[in-house]
Nanobody, 128 residues
Framework: QVQLVESGGGLVQAGGSLRLSCAAS????????MAWFRQAPGKEREFVAA????????YYADFAKGRFTGSRDNAKNTVYLQMNSLEPEDTAVYYC?????????????????????WGQGTQVTVSS
């Protein structure tokens, strides 16, 4: 049974930082490209960042560039999202997702349909 479990969310003031983690189990983690999405109240789920199974290739939404950094530790079956300079507009539930990959540098795209497994999400709230 595949499980993706996010953690690290919380309440932070604008300008602050958070580091989200997503621990995976039940899959060969090093053969999956990973990504982060988010969903704010009343809005559709949107892509945030993606990372290849090697961790060397990444892809970010425009709003995340320069503020968010994705990384992974395949030995720990964990993917991370470091978020800096947070803004109230970043308030959302953040989800990690896994897409089966066949090359080490494959980075899945921004479409939710590309991802096979999803976590339950972690709430991030940024106060002004």
């Amino acid at each position: 049974q595949v499980q993706l479990v996010e953690s690290g969310g919380g309440l932070v003031q604008a300008g602050g930082s958070l580091r989200l983690s997503c621990a995976a189990s039940g899959l060969t983690f090093s053969r999956f490209a990973m990504a982060w999405f988010r969903q704010a109240p009343g809005k559709e789920r949107e892509f945030v960042a993606a990372i290849s199974w090697s961790g060397l290739s990444t892809y970010y939404a425009d709003f995340a560039k320069g503020r968010f950094t994705g990384s992974r530790d395949n030995a720990k079956n964990t993917v991370y999202l470091q978020m800096n300079s947070l803004e109230p507009e970043d308030t959302a539930v953040y989800y990690c997702a896994a897409a089966r990959a066949y090359t080490s540098e494959y980075v899945a795209g921004p479409t939710a349909d590309e991802y096979e497994y999803w976590g339950q999400g972690t709430q991030v709230t940024v106060s002004s």
